[in-house]
């Protein structure tokens, strides 16, 4: 998949809003510009990330396990989201011990914090990552312009193979005008909405949910 928008693109208002910190409005689809932030917290996700498949990996082992090292690369992965959680602009909410990478961040955001129904550690419709735009407006979600606290902050952007819009990441907006978002299976942070991993798209999205699910208004 290629997530992509123009040099043009990057030079505007999402370059303007990363600037400033926040303090212009946000709209739904702004650029978020690649930069050495966002660049350095994809390295601190990918190193602590990895550290937890590899402990998870020994954990499973049905003999020779090896709790000491699983400790060990636990509390490594851990120093990495710490770093990543002192960096200007994110706090770590909820740090995580667990060897298992249950849970990522569309569980965090639709199951956990939006109670929906129709995900569950993971388990979700196909067309939620393949179509997200699509199945959520089945859900009751649309676009809106301007977010308020409580709705849905989805990452991505133009898939130019694909011809849509797809979403890598996904966060909560809180009334202090930052995100609330789980870095992938790691710990959950609070964040400025425009310091996420350089891996997770070029752009921003609001979705509220303004309706009842097909299913039940039928």
């Not at 190193?47 to 049905?62: F, I, N, S, T, W």
């Not at 959950?188 to 798209?201: A, K, M, N, P, Q």
Request: charged share 20%; with cysteine; glycine share 10%.
């Amino acid at each position: 998949m290629s997530l992509v928008s123009s040099p043009e693109q990057n030079q505007g208002i999402g370059a303007q809003v990363l600037s400033e910190q926040g303090e212009l409005p946000l709209h739904s689809g702004m650029v978020l510009p690649i930069t050495p932030e966002r660049i350095k917290i994809a390295k601190l996700v990918y190193e602590g990330v990895g550290l937890r498949l590899e402990a998870e990996k020994l954990e499973r082992r049905p003999f020779h396990k090896q709790p000491g090292k699983v400790f060990s690369l636990i509390s490594q992965s851990n120093m990495f989201f710490e770093q990543l959680g002192q960096m200007s602009g994110i706090e770590m909410l909820q740090r995580s011990d667990r060897v298992d990478m249950e849970g990522n961040c569309a569980d965090y955001v639709f199951g956990e914090r939006l109670n929906e129904s129709w995900i569950k550690h993971g388990n979700v419709d196909v067309n939620f990552w393949h179509n997200p735009l699509s199945f959520l407006a089945k859900q009751g979600y649309q676009s809106v312009d301007s977010p308020q606290a409580g709705d849905v902050v989805a990452y991505g952007g133009f898939d130019q193979r694909e011809k849509k819009i797809l979403f890598q990441h996904f966060g909560i907006y809180t009334d202090d005008n930052r995100v609330d978002s789980k870095f992938q299976a790691g710990p959950i942070f609070r964040h400025r909405v425009d310091l996420v991993s350089s891996e997770v798209g070029g752009a921003v999205y609001f979705l509220r949910r303004t309706a009842l699910p097909q299913t039940l208004a039928a």
